[in-house]
């Protein structure tokens, strides 16, 4: 046997690992990198850890690598739903010979024989695997499987019985969450967000869920982190914050959707469909859990399985199909009974309980919620025993039997005390029993019950909503803190009033895009800003020898132009390029070796400072004046700040000249116009908060040097230290919306330069395409009061990308409900296709809003257009539509606005898209 060179950890840093672009040579010359790479891209890129092993010739492994590429396909095919197939390789695995000393191989694939076992239902076989799993960790000493092990056992623990791991675990993982760069921690803050969810406290589970998303999304743990997701969906939810649970729905969606394993986006699309469901879109919700019905389907021996099955009975029983709901219901039932999962099992008898009584037939619902209190009483569950209780004694009332159902009722109330307060309605019900039995005595203290816990109920909500933005200040403030580090930006400026001053400032700068008109802004600027007498800007030739004067005034006066030898000894703005630095320095007016600009007035104090685009001196900008040290902290922060924002300007105005230069000389003009309108959205959107954010770090840089100054002086009273909270506070809120903001644009920019190799062609359906890309923006529409259909022929299908198109019909939604239906209710969008001669396809994309006036229409594609640029509007939407449409699927493309308002798309495309070239 060959000696094992290569590390496989458990999981790893998905931001170290290479680019793809290098894949066939690795595959080739070192196919032991291959597998390992191919190892830790295993859930973060499935399809390209598959790409990685196709090319690798196993009898040119050691056995171990061999051993390991072999769990690799079997962990894929469990991936993709192939559960037997994957079993029958993990067993030929087992009895494998040359490699049975490999602790980590060992564990690693006891392991993925827990998954598949479970997701079977085996769930004797898959607890004996986890046990196995642990224990061959445990003896190669990785602390990494150790603690995912050890996590397994909690989440097993957590779902059989909260109360009990709570007890048992809370410190366990607690422990785990400090294990600082394994990928066990953000899996254990992800369990405890688990147990604080059943506990009942939906705030600390969110904070705990939104914590771990991030850790999982970063060691390629993309399953766990689209669950994670899924569940602070949930915690929201309670929590009343219908927004951010649409969000983290979306998040769930679009992780599961970057990865493209079906369990995943059942589960997703199992989430998606409890909010329509709460929404009242019954035939929606229907949709999307037909569709995770399809994608779970090899996974129906698995918990997620039986919940789907739970949320169908519940929408079914919401639509008052009992039918339907009792066979849910019933299938959830069985499954849970074989698979021993006594709290979903209790959930399903619940279920059947209530169908029964909802159908009149009392002796059925009886038997259900007698199982149900037998399963929750073993389990010591108080709130289900209640609701138990509370349904026998609605059956003894439908029986006539108003003792017996007082009896029942009033035990279901004491048991729920023990947990938290009796509903309302609860108390209510009991009013009526006790009204109809003649004691209005009690039915009157009953009905002061019912007002009191009403008013609870009440306070309940408004306390969760109050939690929830909590819990968002909170989320908001890691997320701030992570942004610092990230972009190391410890700072803030010292007055707000100067610094949305300077914003503004450098909002006009970065708009500008001709060099004369900026030059003469700054001028304006700096004078009202800084109170300079003389100001000047040299630029570097293209020899990068020489300073030329682009501007030096003093006043109205313009000074005839001038240059500056970089290598000159004495002129400070040749020194502080050279230097590439900043310069504030008190000149004396008598000194020989100062240079002077002739017939400038000689100035007292100056500062000189290099304008930089990145890594490139542009030049220097100078302002002097007369009056001595008239340059102090503030002027200095002003100054950098201005000269970042001149520097940007600048930059954008040269780019834009040579843009125009370029245009003039290809003499294409329509299409290069609308590049140099990108080039101006992106200069005006991109560079202000960029250049906000590095105000705003370069400011708090000495904000911290005064504290740190008070501080050694012992001059620091409480209110100056809170007034610099306060500053840093405000401050940190602008640089967090600057640099999300900017994160936001680029982000809508890389959809115009997205990678072809990345996307699988494939034949695809379109209406279940359509479906899946637009089911969180039809929740969007219904919360906005307005519909949206989808009528497409079940059986058309088309071989093309499935992620562009599912760009193309998101874009679409996007602008129809930010601009088409802005501030209307009751509008309608609607998808439709229809088949056209040669193979071709014609599909609408309508909505009913305000339209499009005819000289919004004719620039509606161009990039970086829009009516209400700025803010979370980028005007890329409709340019990804118009470059996947045409340039991609072959297709053409025509947008109409009729007077009568509405806008409609027609999208002409082959059934076979072509073939991208390499």
């Not at 950098?640 to 125009?660: E, F, G, H, P, T």
Request: proline share 4%; charged share 25%; glycine share 8%.
């Amino acid at each position: 046997m060959h000696p094992e060179s290569i590390s496989y950890p458990v999981f790893s840093n998905i931001a170290t690992l290479p680019a793809a672009q290098g894949d066939a040579s690795l595959t080739r010359e070192r196919p032991q990198a291959a597998v390992a790479l191919a190892w830790a891209l295993r859930q973060a890129a499935p399809e390209r850890a598959a790409g990685l092993l196709d090319g690798v010739d196993l009898t040119q492994l050691p056995l171990a690598s061999a051993a390991r590429a072999e769990l690799l396909r079997a962990e894929w095919r469990y991936a993709h739903g192939d559960l037997a197939a994957a079993q029958t390789q993990l067993a030929a695995l087992a009895q494998g010979d040359g490699w049975s000393d490999e602790a980590l191989l060992q564990s690693d694939r006891c392991a993925v024989a827990y998954l598949v076992a479970r997701a079977q239902g085996r769930m004797d076989d898959a607890r004996a695997f986890l046990n196995s799993a642990q224990a061959w960790a445990e003896q190669s000493g990785d602390p990494s499987r150790i603690g995912l092990c050890q996590g397994h056992q909690a989440f097993e623990a957590i779902v059989a019985n909260f109360d009990t791991a709570e007890a048992i675990w809370r410190d366990p993982l607690t422990r785990l969450v400090e294990a600082a760069g394994s990928p066990a921690a953000p899996y254990a803050r992800y369990l405890l967000g688990m147990l604080e969810y059943h506990l009942g406290r939906p705030g600390d589970a969110a904070l705990a869920f939104v914590e771990a998303v991030e850790g999982l999304v970063g060691f390629g743990m993309a399953v766990l982190a689209s669950a994670c997701a899924n569940n602070a969906s949930a915690a929201f939810d309670d929590l009343q914050d219908m927004d951010a649970a649409l969000d983290w729905a979306q998040r769930a969606l679009d992780i599961a959707r970057s990865i493209g394993l079906p369990l995943p986006l059942g589960l997703a699309q199992r989430r998606v469909a409890e909010r329509l469901r709460l929404l009242g879109r019954h035939e929606e919700a229907a949709a999307c859990l037909e569709d995770a019905r399809r994608l779970m389907h090899p996974f129906r021996g698995s918990r997620n399985f039986i919940l789907l099955l739970l949320e169908w009975g519940e929408l079914a029983l919401a639509a008052s199909d009992l039918p339907e709901a009792s066979e849910h219901f019933g299938e959830a039932r069985d499954r849970a009974a074989e698979m021993d999962a006594p709290d979903l099992l209790a959930s399903a008898w619940q279920g059947l309980a209530t169908v029964a009584l909802k159908a009149g037939e009392v002796a059925h619902a009886e038997a259900a919620a007698q199982q149900v209190l037998k399963i929750a009483q073993q389990l010591r569950r108080p709130v289900r025993e209640a609701e138990a209780r509370m349904t026998l004694g609605r059956c003894k009332a439908l029986r006539g039997e108003r003792g017996a159902a007082l009896e029942c009722m009033r035990q279901a109330i004491a048991v729920e005390g023990a947990e938290t307060k009796a509903p309302a309605s609860w108390w209510g019900e009991l009013e009526q029993i006790l009204a109809a039995d003649g004691d209005f005595a009690a039915a009157y203290a009953a009905r002061v019950k019912a007002d009191a816990a009403q008013r609870v109920e009440r306070g309940q909500q408004a306390q969760a909503r109050a939690l929830a933005f909590q819990v968002r200040l909170q989320t908001a403030r890691l997320q701030t803190e992570a942004a610092a580090e990230r972009q190391r930006a410890d700072v803030l400026e010292a007055s707000t009033k100067t610094l949305m001053q300077l914003g503004e400032v450098g909002q006009e700068l970065t708009s500008l895009l001709d060099e004369e008109e900026v030059y003469e802004a700054i001028r304006r600027h700096v004078e009202g800003l800084l109170q300079a007498e003389h100001f000047a800007i040299y630029l570097v030739d293209a020899s990068q020898q020489v300073l030329e004067q682009a501007i030096a005034a003093q006043g109205d006066r313009r000074f005839a132009p001038d240059s500056v030898p970089i290598d000159h000894p004495s002129a400070s703005s040749a020194r502080a390029f050279r230097e590439n630095r900043e310069l504030v320095l008190e000149l004396d007016p008598e000194d020989p070796k100062v240079l002077w600009i002739e017939g400038a007035v000689r100035s007292r104090s100056a500062m000189f400072a290099p304008l930089r685009s990145g890594e490139r001196r542009l030049g220097v900008l100078s302002i002097q004046t007369a009056r001595a040290k008239a340059f102090g902290d503030r002027e200095v922060q002003v100054f950098r700040s201005l000269c970042a924002y001149a520097s940007i300007a600048i930059a954008n105005a040269k780019a834009y000249r040579a843009l125009s230069e370029t245009q003039r000389q290809l003499a294409r003009q329509q299409r290069l116009a609308a590049v140099g309108a990108m080039v101006a959205g992106v200069a005006h959107e991109i560079n202000t908060p960029i250049g906000n954010a590095l105000l705003s770090a370069s400011s708090l840089v000495e904000t911290g040097r005064r504290i740190e100054q008070s501080l050694g002086e012992g001059a620091v009273s409480r209110s100056r230290l809170l007034q610099h909270a306060r500053e840093v506070q405000e401050a940190g809120h602008l640089v967090v919306r600057s640099l999300q903001r900017a994160d936001q644009l680029v982000q809508a920019f890389k959809q115009l330069v997205q990678d072809p190799r990345t996307w699988r062609r494939s034949n695809l359906g379109l209406r279940q395409e359509a479906m899946q890309a637009l089911s969180l923006h039809r929740v969007r529409a219904i919360e906005a009061g307005h519909e949206l259909s989808i009528d497409i022929p079940e059986d058309l299908q088309i071989e093309a990308y499935r992620e562009p198109l599912g760009d193309l019909l998101r874009h679409w939604a996007d602008n129809a409900l930010q601009h088409g239906l802005r501030g209307k209710r009751g509008g309608r969008l609607c998808v439709s296709t229809r088949a056209k001669p040669a193979g071709r396809i014609e599909m609408q994309l309508h909505d009913d809003g305000a339209g499009m006036p005819p000289e919004v229409l004719e620039r509606a594609f161009d990039p970086f257009f829009s009516t209400r640029l700025g803010g979370q509007h980028s005007g890329l939407g409709l340019a990804v539509v118009h470059g996947i449409a045409v340039d991609l699927f072959g297709g053409e493309l025509q947008l109409e606005s009729p007077a009568g308002g509405g806008t409609r798309l027609r999208w002409t495309f082959p059934s076979v898209a072509p073939r991208l070239t390499p």
